[in-house]
């Protein structure tokens, strides 16, 4: 899975140099020669997250001068860099910093995940074999991740070696060919691949050998025929329920070797329309070579994908006004039935979809209507007779839970679905933050104004087939004291940027979609209680010299910091 995120500046620095404009007013030209910026620049591999990628190594040179102490300090507190290491084989592996010129200190933990919490530590070593050098060995599998933390004893830094030796089972690392990124298809003709290089995951429950794995979502409910007929070499085949990884005995629908009078390999089986279906190919005992897939499915083709939101909606077919919230009652206006009959809006989000391009999340169901007809996951997405809102089942995207500070800044991570690559995309989030039942509102923070139109056209391109991960630009997040715990959310993946809705001005159009429908993309809606006491890390006023007064030369300090840890 890929992952984009926004390139955007941390917004307590946006507000850091507004702050610097200001103050660089009052500052005469004599007074502004003496402003001397010093760059500071650290290690590459500072900084926990941009931790050196390593397999086995030999007096690999580290220079700890400048850095910085990042962590939780469950074995040091000095400054301290860091290393991803991919273990290459199944064994013990041994990491020494025997040869360095200074005193220092050596942690491993499980998994390069940052921060590392004890129930990752592994070790932690100050002097090995009567030297001031460290070292540690542990137990690892091969092509498992391990955090190497290096510093010193104290606040000592200084330059040194390191290495790392794994002795036992030794194989090549494995490529990116493993279930875990399985390439993403739908039907296809004669798709070519090579499993030449190719290594062997899985549970073997059909083949041992190098294998590839494809993720395949039915275009039909019916029979689904996977064929290898074509190859250049002996294939084999088989199919799992899901894509999950691994799949189990339980998941496995079929397994070929030889079809027909041939050495390549055919399965067919039922198939439900939108489920996804694991495919694996490889070769009769160690065989790999060359080869072409194809899927078909023979049934009733369901390419069409139309779809709404399900959030409350007091324009609706059956003329019921809905809640938003309870205890107090709040009436709902957000807009999600596209025709109520009056013709006259606000009209919800419809996304026509007469071909999946993109998608918000890994599923999308398709309706006509949110509150009426026909509805691919059995029920309407609302039922405004018995006040049900929140019902589509294809609402996915967004990974929850939320971290939301009153007034504070905020992102959301949300996932995309490409189908067709080369789509220009627009997504758009509304927060109901003053919890009045609609999305039309700003609320008034410290820090800035916190509005209900959170992201505005965050413009998505040259996406890559499959699912990527996107994280939003920052947005300023409230909660007013009194209001409700829960929140309403909407998040709109469309072809076209939000232009202001069907009904400008209008109570409850925030959110709203065109009179003439999009023509591709998801709208979900989400009801959830947000965590709202995070995102205090960022503070406005610190003393970042540490000379007691928070001044201009702390802002230059930040800057500083910045330029050289974000340029």
């Not at 300090?73 to 199944?90: D, F």
Request: aromatic letters at 8%.
């Amino acid at each position: 899975m890929k992952r984009l995120k926004s390139k955007i500046m941390p917004a307590c620095m946006v507000l850091l140099l507004l702050g610097a404009a200001n103050a660089a007013s009052d500052i005469d030209a004599d007074t502004a020669t003496d402003i001397k910026i010093k760059v500071l620049t650290y290690p590459p591999n500072d900084l926990c997250k941009d931790a050196t990628e390593i397999g086995d190594v030999t007096n690999l040179p580290f220079n700890t001068t400048g850095a910085r102490f990042g962590g939780r300090g469950l074995c040091m507190v000095s400054p301290n860099i860091w290393y991803c290491y991919t273990a290459p084989c199944t064994g013990d592996v041994t990491v020494s910093l025997a040869g360095s010129s200074y005193d220092t200190m050596l942690a491993a933990y499980r998994g390069c995940e940052c921060f590392p919490t004890q129930s990752n530590f592994i070790a932690c070593n100050d002097d090995f074999g009567g030297t001031y050098q460290s070292q540690v060995t542990f137990a690892a599998t091969r092509g498992r991740q391990y955090l190497i933390e290096v510093g010193g004893y104290g606040s000592e830094q200084g330059r040194g070696l390191l290495t790392v030796e794994c002795e036992g089972d030794v194989q090549p690392p494995a490529p990116k060919d493993d279930c875990s990124n399985a390439r993403p298809v739908g039907d296809v003709t004669d798709l070519p691949f090579d499993t030449t290089n190719a290594t062997f995951d899985g549970r073997g429950l059909c083949m041992r050998s190098p294998n590839i794995w494809f993720c395949y979502t039915a275009s039909c409910t019916g029979d689904v025929t996977v064929s290898l007929l074509g190859s250049a070499y002996d294939t084999m085949l088989a199919a799992y329920n899901g894509c999950e990884c691994h799949p189990t005995q339980n998941d496995l629908i079929a397994c070929n070797d030889d079809f027909g009078a041939g050495y390549q390999s055919q399965i067919t089986f039922a198939a439900i329309s939108g489920h996804q279906y694991l495919i694996e190919v490889g070769g009769y005992a160690t065989q790999t070579g060359q080869g072409v897939l194809n899927i078909i499915c023979e049934g009733t083709v369901v390419r069409e994908k139309p779809d709404l939101g399900d959030a409350p909606d007091r324009t609706n077919n059956a003329g019921q006004i809905m809640r938003a919230y309870a205890q107090p009652w709040v009436a709902a206006r957000f807009p999600t039935v596209f025709d109520d009959a009056s013709g006259n809006g606000p009209f919800g989000p419809a996304h026509v979809n007469d071909q999946l391009v993109a998608y918000l999340g890994r599923s999308i169901t398709a309706e006509t209507e949110a509150d009426l007809g026909p509805d691919e996951d059995g029920v309407n997405n609302i039922d405004p007779g018995a006040n049900l809102p929140n019902r589509d089942e294809g609402d996915d995207g967004v990974a929850m839970p939320l971290v939301l500070p009153d007034c504070g800044w905020a992102t959301i991570d949300y996932e995309v679905t490409v189908v067709e690559p080369g789509a220009e995309l627009w997504a758009n989030v509304w927060l109901d933050f003053n919890r009045d039942g609609d999305w039309d509102d700003n609320v008034d923070c410290a820090a800035g104004t916190a509005r209900e139109w959170a992201v505005r056209n965050q413009y998505l391109f040259n996406l890559a087939e499959g699912q990527t991960t996107i994280t939003t630009p920052a947005f300023l997040s409230a909660h007013p004291e009194g209001s409700h715990e829960q929140i309403w959310m909407r998040i709109t993946l469309s072809e076209q940027p939000w232009r202001g809705g069907s009904n400008p001005g209008q109570r409850g159009n925030a959110g709203s979609g065109p009179q003439s429908k999009y023509q591709i993309g998801e709208t979900e809606d989400y009801f959830f209680i947000p965590d709202t006491t995070g995102g205090q890390d960022c503070p406005l006023c610190k003393d970042e010299n540490d000379d007691g007064v928070i001044d201009i030369q702390d802002l230059i300090v930040h800057i500083t910091e910045w330029l050289a840890t974000c340029q």
